[in-house]
C-alpha cells in the first residue's frame, strides 16, 4: 500500500529545531548546575577553612589555659613572703588560707591551691575555699604524676615550673606546679627540705564560656565523647584521652552562600533567559526556513493549475518506492484528453485551464484511497496505485475516467464535450524502471488514441512493437518528406449522367521509400498523429494544383485530415497554394471527415465559412461510415457529400444498403448538396447509383487512381 506522499517525510529544518530546543534545555541545566555547584564547593570549603581555623583557636585556648596557669604558679611560688610562710616546720596555716586558700572565691582564677613537700606529699590544701585533707596524690590523677615525672627529670638551675592537664577526682583540670623560692637567690637549704605550690582549675561551664568568648568560639563545652558538632581531643600531660573539646561551627561558607542566592539566582535566571531567548530565535529562524523549505517543495512538487502532484513529484513517488519494496506490482494510468487542443485553440486558453481544473477536480474524486494522481502536463495526467488489487482497482478507475467523461462538462455558458485516451501499464519496479513504467502506459494510451480515442488499452509487448514501427515509419516520413520520395496520384470522378471525367480525387503515394511501398492508409494515421500531416498535406495541394492547373475542365479534390483543419492558418494557407498555382479557387473542392467536424462544430463552422469565401468547395467524404445523420451534417453547408465506398460498394447485392443510399441521395439533393458515389467496381453498381440519383461517380470501375502523366495520356487518348 501506498503511504503518503514520501517527499512530505524528509526531515526538515523543524526537526533541527526541536534538536537546538533540547541541547538550549541542556546548556541551561548545565549551567544552572555549575553555578551551583561552584557555590556549593566554595561553601564547603570556607566551611573547611573555618572549621581548621577553629580547632587551632580552640587549641590555642587550651594552651593559653596552661600558661595562665603556669603564670599563676610563677607569680604566687616565686615570691620572698611565701618563703618566710613555708620553709618551716610548721607552716602558716592561716596565712596560707587568707594568701591562696581564699582566691577562689576573690578572684576566680584557680579553684585548688595546693603545698607538696619534697617527698611530693600534701603538706596543706585548699579546694574551693574547703580544707583538703589529704596527703596522697591520688586527688591529682596521672596528669599531674606526668608533671611531677618531668619536674624530677629537670636540670638543676632550671626554672622547674610546669603547667599541664590532668583529670582529678573533680573532673578535668588546668594544673600547674613550681618551687617556692625567693625572687633572688634559691630557697633556703635546711637540709634538702622543698616546698612546691601546686594551682588547679578545674573545668565548667563558665570558664569554657568565658573562653570561647575571648578566642570566638561558639558553645564551647566539654565532652567524655565526640559530639557531632567540631571538636578537638583533650589529652592529659600523661598523653591519656581526657575528652573532647566541642564547638558549634558557624559555617561561615553556608551563611556566604546564603548571602548570595539571591544574586546567584538573579544570575541563574538571567543566563536561562538569555539562553532561551536564543532558542526562540534560532527556532523562528528555523521555523521560517522549515517553512520556506516546504513551500518551495511543495511547489516544486505541485502543479499550479490543477493543484495536483506534478510529474516530478510522481516520479519520485516512484522512485520511494522503488527503495521500499521493488517486488510490489506497481500500476500506471495514463490519461490524455482528446480534443483538448481544440478547446485551446476555439475558446482560447482561459477555458482550457478552466476545463483542466474542472477535470482534474473529477478524475481526483475518481482515484482509489491508496492512489496518486498527477497531472503530467499539457492535458496528460496520470495515476500511479501499487499493491496486490493495483491492477483491479487500475482497471476500474479508468473506465470510471471514461464514463465520467462521456458527460459534457459544462462551463459557465459552455458545454464542451471532451473524451480521452487511456492506457494502462504494470509491473514491479524489479522488471523495470520507472520511467519504462510510464513510457509503455503512454504507448497504450497513444494506441487508444490511433484506435479511435476513447478507450482504454493495457500495454502488451506488441503495442510496443506497434508503437516502435510507428515510430521508424514516423522518420521515414520525416525524411522521404526531405527527400522527395512522395508522389500524387488521380483518380477521375466522372459525371453519372454523362460519364466524362468531371474531376480528380488526388491521393497520395509513396513510391521513393526505401523500404518499399506503403499504402496512405497505412501512414496517414502516424503522419496525423506526429504533426507531420501538416507538411505531407501542403506538399499534396500544392503538387495537386500544380498538376491538375493545365486541366482547365476538370475539379480537383483533395482530402485534408482532422489536424490541417484545426489549423488557425489552415484557411491562409489554402489561399497562399491557389495563389502561388494560380489555381483557381473555384476548381478546388476539400474533403474532410466526419470525425473532425464533429468534435469541434463551432471551428469547424467558420473554417468551412472561410474556405468557401475563398471560393473553394468543401465535400463530406466517407459518408455512411461515421454515425450522423445527413440533417445533422447540413448545418455545415458542404457542397458534396461523398458515399463511401463501404457503402456504395454494397448497392447491388445488399437491399437494406441500397435504401439507405437512396435515402440519403434523395435528402442531400433536396438540400442542394451534390453527391459522389465511391468506390464503383462494376457496371451494375454503377447503374444503380446513377438511377438513385448520384451526380458524379469514382471507382476502379473508371479508373484506378494514376500518376499525373498517365492522366494526360488519358486525357489525350480521349480528345484525340
Ligand atoms: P479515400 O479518401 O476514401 O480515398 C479513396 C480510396 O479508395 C483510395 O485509396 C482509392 O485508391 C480507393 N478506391 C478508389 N476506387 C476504388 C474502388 O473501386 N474499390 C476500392 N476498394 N477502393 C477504391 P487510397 O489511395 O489507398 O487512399 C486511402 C485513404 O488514404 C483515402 O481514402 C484517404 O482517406 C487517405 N488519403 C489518401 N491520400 C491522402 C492525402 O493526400 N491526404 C490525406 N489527408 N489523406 C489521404
Ligand atoms: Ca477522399
Ligand atoms: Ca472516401
Given at each position: 500500500m501506498f503511504k503518503p506522499l514520501s517527499w512530505r517525510n524528509i526531515p526538515t529544518a523543524k526537526t533541527l529545531s526541536v534538536m537546538i530546543f533540547i541541547a538550549g534545555i541542556g546548556l541551561i541545566v548545565s549551567v544552572v548546575a555549575l553555578l551551583y555547584l561552584s557555590l556549593h564547593l566554595v561553601s564547603s570549603k570556607t566551611n573547611e577553612i573555618d572549621e581548621h581555623r577553629s580547632a587551632l583557636s580552640v587549641q590555642g585556648a587550651i594552651q593559653t589555659s596552661v600558661n595562665r596557669v603556669w603564670s599563676l604558679v610563677i607569680d604566687n611560688a616565686v615570691w620572698d613572703d611565701a618563703v618566710r610562710e613555708v620553709y618551716r616546720p610548721q607552716l602558716n596555716t592561716a596565712w596560707l588560707y587568707n594568701t591562696w586558700g581564699a582566691g577562689y572565691k576573690i578572684n576566680n582564677l584557680y579553684d585548688g591551691t595546693f603545698i607538696l613537700d619534697e617527698r611530693y606529699s600534701v603538706l596543706w590544701g585548699a579546694f574551693r575555699s574547703e580544707p583538703f585533707n589529704e596527703?596522697?596524690?591520688?586527688?591529682?590523677g596521672a596528669g599531674f604524676r606526668a608533671l611531677i615525672n618531668q619536674h624530677l627529670h629537670a636540670l638543676p638551675g632550671e626554672q622547674n615550673i610546669y603547667a599541664g592537664i590532668t583529670r582529678t577526682r573533680h573532673g578535668v583540670a588546668f594544673i600547674g606546679i613550681g618551687l617556692i623560692r625567693p625572687v633572688v637567690g634559691s630557697p633556703p637549704a635546711e637540709g634538702n627540705m622543698r616546698r612546691y605550690l601546686v594551682i588547679t582549675r578545674h573545668i565548667d561551664t563558665q570558664n569554657l564560656k568565658a573562653l570561647g568568648d575571648t578566642f570566638q568560639i561558639d558553645n564551647l563545652r566539654f565532652s567524655l565523647n565526640r559530639t557531632n558538632d567540631s571538636s578537638v581531643p583533650l589529652k592529659s600531660s600523661a598523653g591519656d584521652l581526657l575528652g573532647y573539646l566541642s564547638w558549634e561551627p558557624q559555617l561561615p561558607g553556608v551563611k556566604a552562600a546564603h548571602a548570595a542566592a539571591w544574586e546567584i539566582r538573579q544570575i541563574t535566571a538571567l543566563v536561562a533567559s538569555l539562553i532561551l531567548l536564543f532558542i526562540m530565535l534560532s527556532s523562528a529562524g528555523l521555523y521560517k526556513l522549515a517553512k520556506g523549505e516546504k513551500l518551495a517543495r511543495s511547489t516544486a512538487m505541485t502543479d499550479w493549475l490543477s493543484r495536483l502532484p506534478n510529474r516530478r513529484a510522481l516520479l519520485a513517488q516512484l522512485e520511494a518506492l522503488s527503495l521500499e519494496d521493488p517486488n510490489e506490482a506497481i500500476c500506471v494510468v495514463f490519461i490524455d484528453l482528446d480534443g483538448f487542443k481544440d478547446v485551446n485553440d476555439i475558446y482560447g486558453h482561459n477555458v482550457g485551464d478552466r476545463l483542466i481544473v474542472e477535470i482534474a477536480k473529477s478524475l481526483r474524486d475518481k482515484v482509489p484511497p491508496s492512489g496518486m494522481l498527477a497531472r503530467m502536463g499539457g492535458d496528460e495526467f496520470a495515476m500511479m496505485i501499487g499493491g496486490s488489487q493495483a491492477s483491479e482497482m487500475a482497471s476500474r478507475f479508468a473506465e470510471q475516467v471514461l464514463a465520467g467523461l462521456n458527460l459534457p462538462v459544462r462551463l459557465g455558458e459552455r458545454t464542451i464535450y471532451i473524451g480521452a485516451s487511456i492506457g494502462i501499464a504494470s509491473g514491479t519496479l524489479l522488471e523495470c524502471t520507472s520511467t519504462e513504467l510510464f513510457r509503455r502506459a503512454d504507448i497504450a494510451m497513444y494506441h487508444s488514441k490511433m484506435n479511435g480515442k476513447g478507450q482504454v488499452t493495457h500495454y502488451d509487448a506488441e503495442l510496443n512493437s506497434a508503437r516502435e514501427r510507428q515510430l521508424t515509419i514516423e522518420n521515414e516520413i520525416r525524411s522521404g518528406l526531405m527527400r522527395n520520395e512522395f508522389d500524387v496520384w488521380y483518380q477521375p470522378i466522372v459525371d453519372a449522367r454523362s460519364q466524362q471525367m468531371a474531376g480528380v480525387e488526388a491521393l497520395v503515394r509513396w513510391p521513393g521509400r526505401p523500404a518499399g511501398a506503403l499504402p496512405p492508409d497505412n501512414f496517414i494515421p502516424i503522419a496525423e498523429s506526429s504533426g507531420l500531416i501538416h507538411a505531407l498535406g501542403q506538399f499534396v495541394l500544392r503538387r495537386a494544383c500544380m498538376d491538375l492547373q493545365p486541366f482547365s475542365d476538370l475539379k480537383l479534390s483533395v482530402n485534408i485530415s482532422p489536424a490541417q483543419f484545426r489549423d488557425p492558418e489552415f484557411e491562409n494557407k489554402v489561399a497562399g497554394v491557389l495563389r502561388d498555382s494560380h489555381f483557381p479557387a473555384q476548381r478546388l473542392q476539400l474533403e474532410v471527415t466526419e470525425t473532425y467536424v464533429l468534435e469541434n462544430p463551432e471551428r469547424a463552422c467558420a473554417a468551412i465559412r472561410n474556405l468557401k469565401a475563398l471560393g473553394t468547395a468543401i465535400a463530406l467524404d466517407d459518408f455512411g461510415t461515421g454515425y450522423s445523420s445527413i440533417g445533422y451534417l447540413r448545418r455545415f453547408n458542404f457542397d458534396t457529400i461523398k458515399i463511401d465506398k463501404s457503402l456504395a460498394g454494397l448497392v447491388d447485392n445488399d437491399e437494406q444498403a441500397a435504401a439507405l443510399v437512396g435515402g440519403t441521395i434523395r435528402i442531400a439533393s433536396a438540400l442542394g448538396m451534390a453527391v459522389i458515389a465511391e468506390g464503383v467496381e462494376n457496371e451494375k453498381q454503377m447503374k444503380l447509383l446513377r438511377l438513385a440519383g448520384c451526380d458524379r461517380l469514382q471507382g476502379f470501375f473508371f479508373s484506378a487512381p494514376m500518376p499525373i502523366d498517365a492522366l494526360r495520356q488519358h486525357r489525350q487518348r480521349r480528345q484525340g
Open positions: 596527703h596522697n596524690l591520688d586527688f591529682f
